[in-house]
């Protein structure tokens, strides 16, 4: 059994992105306050958030089933990130200073090079094993970019869903894992009418975790 | 998200075990040319074989839902493995010589120090990155060796069914993934009678994949 040996090329993955059952990822009106918007995220991410392996945990315990097997596999032979700038940040235009270094505090997630897209740059930083890039760049030679950071391992792309929905339609992204979280939200950033929108491009099985969530794949 | 970030104990982890529907891990009559005896372990190891990261896959493609996710996870914070010795090899008694090097070639997915537990101990030796040592211990002071070997990491117990039957009964397994495969065998060496078996000592969640397997997650 694996690690996923590869001699195969590196792909380009989605990992848990997390949508509501009628497919909306994120709210307008990102704020400081509110990085998705009018959306709880937390409605989204409780499935997560209820597992052992969720990074944010601060009390012992949490389940161990299939879904902290699929949180906990989010940093599976990955050697790089790429992120839209909404993910890293609230703000819009040139950069008033150089404060602000995402929403991650000391210790992000990571633990690889990630890539922001953004048509403001600013110099490269480190936090815990993370380091931060900035990139003016369109999709295939921001991936270009990544996967020679990746040094041989697969990037994921986190996000957000601007940035997810470029990527497909640039026919770059090799396989998605996406979480339906029961609740419905009604208007904002949506990812899909139905996962079906996938299907002509993309393997698709899904399956009905005993927490509600329901965990779609989709590979090519 | 994670790996595991662990300030918790090291844990004893079942992972990836097979047995069918009637809950039969093995055959009677184990032998070099049948690992598994009369069981056919095809039939319970098909799901598997089918997913991306099978590490014996030999042609590229293979699913990259549920089931691969699971395969996948097989080394995921594992820093050493215990097995039987029937699961090391199909011979009884002393060591006629010490040719015999396991089953699994010149690779072995393990990766990790193996500490095989036998009354017939013999020299460590190493293929590829994987180290197998052979002990003479009970499951405490085994558990004890490989914990230390482990390096922070959890330890696999790898099997075989009496092996494992054996360490839960002396209460140290923290957590089992038991992947039930449809076919019904009727004879042979069984895990269970039943998951229920295990669920005064386990939480306990169950997914049926897409694939007809059915996964069984237990832990504390």
Chains 1, 2 share one sequence.
Do not use: C
């Not at 909306?24 to 937390?42: C, I, K, M, N, T």
């Not at 200073?97 to 048509?119: A, I, M, Q, R, S």
């Not at 391992?153 to 029961?182: M, S």
């Not at 009418?193 to 299907?199: H, M, V």
């Amino acid at each position: 059994m694996p690690s996923s040996t590869s001699d195969r090329p590196q792909r380009l993955r989605v990992q848990n992105f997390f949508v509501s059952r009628d497919g909306v990822a994120a709210g307008e009106d990102q704020s400081l306050e509110r990085p998705f918007g009018h959306v709880d995220p937390g409605k989204l991410a409780a499935w997560a958030g209820a597992t052992a392996s969720w990074p944010n945990r601060t009390d012992p315990g949490g389940s161990r089933g299939l879904d902290d097997r699929i949180v906990r596999d989010f940093t599976h032979n990955i050697g790089a990130e790429i992120m839209g700038s909404h993910k890293f940040s609230p703000f819009r235009g040139p950069w008033e200073n150089e404060d602000w270094t995402g929403w991650w505090g000391d210790d992000p997630p990571f633990h690889t090079p990630v890539f922001v897209l953004t048509h403001h740059t600013r110099p490269s930083f480190s936090l815990g094993d993370t380091t931060f890039h900035f990139l003016e760049a369109g999709p295939g030679r921001a991936l270009a970019v990544a996967q020679e950071a990746a040094d041989g391992k697969d990037v994921r792309l986190g996000g957000g869903v601007t940035t997810v929905l470029e990527f497909i339609a640039a026919d770059l992204v090799d396989e998605l894992h996406i979480a339906v979280a029961p609740p419905e939200i009604g208007s904002g950033l949506r990812l899909w009418d139905s996962p079906a929108d996938l299907e002509d491009r993309y393997e698709h099985e899904s399956v009905l975790g005993p927490s509600g969530t329901e965990h779609h794949f989709f590979w090519r």
